[in-house]
Nanobody
Framework: QVQLVESGGGLVQAGGSLRLSCAASGSILRFKSMDWYRQAPGKQREWVAKISPGGSTVFADSVKGRFTISRDNAKNTVYLQMNSLQPEDTAVYYC??????WGQGTQVTVSS
Protein backbone atom coordinates (compact mmCIF):
# COMPACT_ATOMS: atom_id res chain seq x y z
CA GLN A 1 0.00 0.00 0.00
CA VAL A 2 1.38 3.38 -1.05
CA GLN A 3 0.74 6.51 0.95
CA LEU A 4 0.93 9.96 -0.62
CA VAL A 5 1.19 13.08 1.53
CA GLU A 6 0.83 16.54 0.03
CA SER A 7 2.09 19.71 1.65
CA GLY A 8 2.88 23.30 0.80
CA GLY A 9 -0.56 24.75 0.29
CA GLY A 10 -1.67 28.02 1.80
CA LEU A 11 -3.05 31.48 1.19
CA VAL A 12 -1.32 33.68 -1.36
CA GLN A 13 -2.15 36.89 -3.19
CA ALA A 14 -2.78 36.92 -6.90
CA GLY A 15 0.51 36.91 -8.77
CA GLY A 16 2.25 35.00 -6.03
CA SER A 17 3.84 31.57 -5.97
CA LEU A 18 3.62 28.35 -4.02
CA ARG A 19 5.44 25.04 -4.24
CA LEU A 20 3.51 21.91 -3.42
CA SER A 21 5.18 18.66 -2.43
CA CYS A 22 3.91 15.11 -2.64
CA ALA A 23 5.88 12.57 -0.64
CA ALA A 24 5.36 8.88 -1.34
CA SER A 25 5.99 6.04 1.03
CA GLY A 26 8.46 3.40 -0.03
CA SER A 27 10.62 3.70 -3.10
CA ILE A 28 8.18 2.91 -5.87
CA LEU A 29 7.78 6.53 -6.98
CA ARG A 30 10.83 6.39 -9.24
CA PHE A 31 9.09 3.85 -11.46
CA LYS A 32 5.79 5.71 -11.73
CA SER A 33 4.28 8.58 -13.62
CA MET A 34 2.84 11.06 -11.15
CA ASP A 35 -0.03 13.46 -11.63
CA TRP A 36 -1.39 16.52 -9.90
CA TYR A 37 -5.13 17.19 -9.87
CA ARG A 38 -7.18 19.94 -8.31
CA GLN A 39 -10.76 20.39 -7.21
CA ALA A 40 -12.34 23.78 -6.75
CA PRO A 41 -15.48 24.20 -4.62
CA GLY A 42 -18.54 22.98 -6.48
CA LYS A 43 -16.50 21.70 -9.41
CA GLN A 44 -15.27 18.35 -10.61
CA ARG A 45 -11.71 17.30 -9.99
CA GLU A 46 -9.52 18.30 -12.92
CA TRP A 47 -6.14 17.11 -14.07
CA VAL A 48 -3.32 19.66 -13.83
CA ALA A 49 0.01 18.08 -14.72
CA LYS A 50 1.91 14.85 -15.23
CA ILE A 51 5.54 13.82 -14.98
CA SER A 52 6.85 10.55 -16.38
CA PRO A 53 9.46 8.37 -14.70
CA GLY A 54 12.00 9.85 -17.11
CA GLY A 55 11.00 13.42 -16.33
CA SER A 56 8.83 14.30 -19.34
CA THR A 57 6.07 16.70 -18.40
CA VAL A 58 2.61 17.60 -19.65
CA PHE A 59 0.34 20.38 -18.43
CA ALA A 60 -3.28 21.38 -18.68
CA ASP A 61 -3.78 24.42 -20.89
CA SER A 62 -5.07 26.40 -17.92
CA VAL A 63 -1.69 26.22 -16.14
CA LYS A 64 0.76 25.90 -19.02
CA GLY A 65 3.56 28.44 -18.73
CA ARG A 66 2.80 29.13 -15.06
CA PHE A 67 3.21 25.74 -13.35
CA THR A 68 6.09 23.32 -13.47
CA ILE A 69 6.26 19.76 -12.19
CA SER A 70 9.43 18.03 -11.08
CA ARG A 71 10.54 14.99 -9.16
CA ASP A 72 13.29 13.99 -6.78
CA ASN A 73 13.40 10.21 -6.83
CA ALA A 74 15.99 10.09 -4.07
CA LYS A 75 13.46 11.81 -1.80
CA ASN A 76 10.45 9.95 -3.22
CA THR A 77 8.87 13.34 -3.79
CA VAL A 78 7.14 15.15 -6.62
CA TYR A 79 6.75 18.92 -6.68
CA LEU A 80 4.36 21.36 -8.30
CA GLN A 81 5.78 24.85 -8.61
CA MET A 82 2.97 27.31 -9.15
CA ASN A 83 3.76 30.83 -10.30
CA SER A 84 1.58 33.77 -11.31
CA LEU A 85 -1.25 32.33 -9.27
CA GLN A 86 -4.75 33.60 -9.94
CA PRO A 87 -7.97 33.37 -7.91
CA GLU A 88 -9.23 30.70 -10.32
CA ASP A 89 -6.35 28.48 -9.16
CA THR A 90 -8.01 28.23 -5.75
CA ALA A 91 -8.66 24.55 -5.09
CA VAL A 92 -7.61 21.52 -3.13
CA TYR A 93 -4.61 20.02 -4.91
CA TYR A 94 -4.08 16.26 -4.95
CA CYS A 95 -1.27 14.07 -6.18
CA UNK A 96 -2.05 10.77 -7.82
CA UNK A 97 -0.16 7.54 -8.55
CA UNK A 98 -1.49 4.68 -10.60
CA UNK A 99 -3.29 2.36 -10.08
CA UNK A 100 -5.36 4.54 -7.81
CA UNK A 101 -3.46 6.13 -4.95
CA TRP A 102 -4.47 9.62 -3.89
CA GLY A 103 -3.11 11.93 -1.27
CA GLN A 104 -5.33 13.73 1.20
CA GLY A 105 -4.98 17.03 -0.62
CA THR A 106 -3.61 20.44 0.27
CA GLN A 107 -5.63 23.64 0.08
CA VAL A 108 -4.45 26.48 -2.13
CA THR A 109 -6.29 29.78 -1.81
CA VAL A 110 -5.44 32.74 -4.03
CA SER A 111 -6.86 36.09 -3.02
CA SER A 112 -7.50 38.88 -5.51
Amino acid sequence: QVQLVESGGGLVQAGGSLRLSCAASGSILRFKSMDWYRQAPGKQREWVAKISPGGSTVFADSVKGRFTISRDNAKNTVYLQMNSLQPEDTAVYYCFMNPGYWGQGTQVTVSS
